[in-house]
């Protein structure tokens, strides 16, 4: 499936008659229906549907000033990525980005949705250039987006992103914000992996400047500070909301990485085995898995 997702992609992305209408509700009464293709200050361009299925009648331009509201038609190419986000998806989600980016702040419009996956897509990468993409990306949804949820979202998707980047310093004091003062269980358990995620960063810099931090007492308190914080908030999304399964997964893996890191093999091998058996279909499973085939090869 994972082989095939480009070429579906692709066909999705060039055939935007085949997909639902969109329906755009004028002032006076009316309704026009189509696919929005793309839009300037001053009007919506629609993409008629034609007479025969897959083909169609040309495109009409609609002053912005006659529509009342737009009612947009689910977006089969953003959920193709959505579903296998990576580098495979990069160019469908960036010509889907790219159409639906100056829509950014119409209501209704999936703008900010494709925004956000376009910069996950970017950030899973793991490429430098790529993850500052991301940045600026997610900086302009997270700024111009008419949905909350999706200002949430690249929120989120720039802190990650910034840790990726190695400055988990910078945006610190905003991920703590975040724990404090987060209503909604969902971004809480995100802010608690975000801060895991950032604890662990900074623990791997510790130890790279401080190699002899064993010797180092003060340096050696830290080191257990960073330790204790990662897997304390690394844990929380499996200990106390075990039935968000994906924020869980998540949450061991770093787990995971964590103990790979300082060398505790035995507790590493304690939390693949959980990931393995307990969500088996995230993708963290996959590194957990891998991690148990290599402990069990002959040496």
Known sequence: ???????????????????????????????????????????????????????????????RANVERIIFAPDRTLEAVRANPGPGALNTARVRWQTLQPMLAVAESRAGDAGNLYGECLRLTGENA?????????????????????REDAKRGRLRTMIDLGRSQEVAAEIEEIATSA???????????????????????????????????????????LLHETADNALYPFLFHGTARGQAAKGLGILLGLYQFTGDQEEAR??????????????????????????????
Request: net charge negative.
């Open 183 to 225: 209503q909604d269980p969902g971004l809480l358990l995100d802010s608690k992996l975000l801060i895991a995620s950032a604890r662990l960063a900074a623990l791997e810099q510790l130890v790279a400047e401080n190699p002899r931090w064993e010797e180092d007492p003060p340096v050696r308190a830290e080191r257990l500070r």
């Open 130 to 150: 790529r993850l500052e993409e991301a940045l600026g990306v997610y900086a302009e949804v997270e700024k111009g987006a008419w949905n909350p949820a999706d």
């Open 270 to 299: 304690k939390v693949a085995t959980d990931l393995a058996e307990i969500y088996p279909d995230a993708p963290e499973a996959k590194k957990a898995a891998e991690f148990l085939n290599k402990k069990n090869e002959p040496s």
């Open 1 to 63: 499936m994972k082989q095939l997702l480009p070429i579906i992609l692709v066909l999705l992305a060039a055939a935007p008659s085949l997909v639902a209408d969109d329906e755009v509700r004028l002032k006076d009464g009316n309704t026009r229906k189509g696919r929005i293709v793309g839009m300037d200050e001053t009007s919506f361009r629609l993409s008629l549907p034609g007479p025969v299925p897959g083909q169609s009648a040309g495109t009409t331009s609609i002053p």
